[in-house]
């Protein structure tokens, strides 16, 4: 028989914004769950510059280096490998299907990601996921 997936609170982490739970002191800290805190860590992967975190030299994805370069297929396709890599890498609860990039508002200088991934441990077939990142270019 197969077994079956828990679909609630399977994954959890704390929110990085350090949002307060509760009314009265002590408070705690807000917990993401299951889609909400892959989506967190996958931004949180994506826009760490390798070297920025101690003791991890090779964490991050390193997007901002291709904040200013021009949208070739070479760039894209360097970019899809270097995210690919971080997220196995680092990432383990999920598996990386592709990168999209939206260059529909780049004139007003942002691009947006969307990173598509299956969760490990779903069957084959399961549904892919994305989690979106938008870039803003100051200029």
Request: hydrophobic fraction near 40%.
């Amino acid at each position: 028989m197969a077994e079956k997936i828990p679909t609630r609170n399977r994954f959890t982490d704390f929110d990085l914004a350090f949002t307060r739970v509760g009314d009265d002191s002590p408070f705690d800290i807000g917990i993401k769950r299951d889609q909400n805190s892959i989506v967190q860590a996958i931004k949180n992967l994506v826009l760490t510059t390798p070297g920025e975190k101690p003791f991890l030299p090779g964490f991050g994805g390193g997007i901002t280096e291709f904040l200013f370069e021009n949208l070739t297929p070479e760039a894209v396709a360097s970019l899809s490998t270097r995210l690919e890599y971080a997220l196995s890498l680092y990432e383990p609860r999920v598996v990386f299907e592709s990168v999209e990039i939206d260059e529909s508002r780049m004139d007003s200088n942002n691009v947006i990601l969307n990173l598509n991934y299956r969760l490990v441990g779903e069957p084959d077939g399961a549904q892919t996921r994305s989690a979106q990142i938008e870039l803003i270019r100051a200029i």
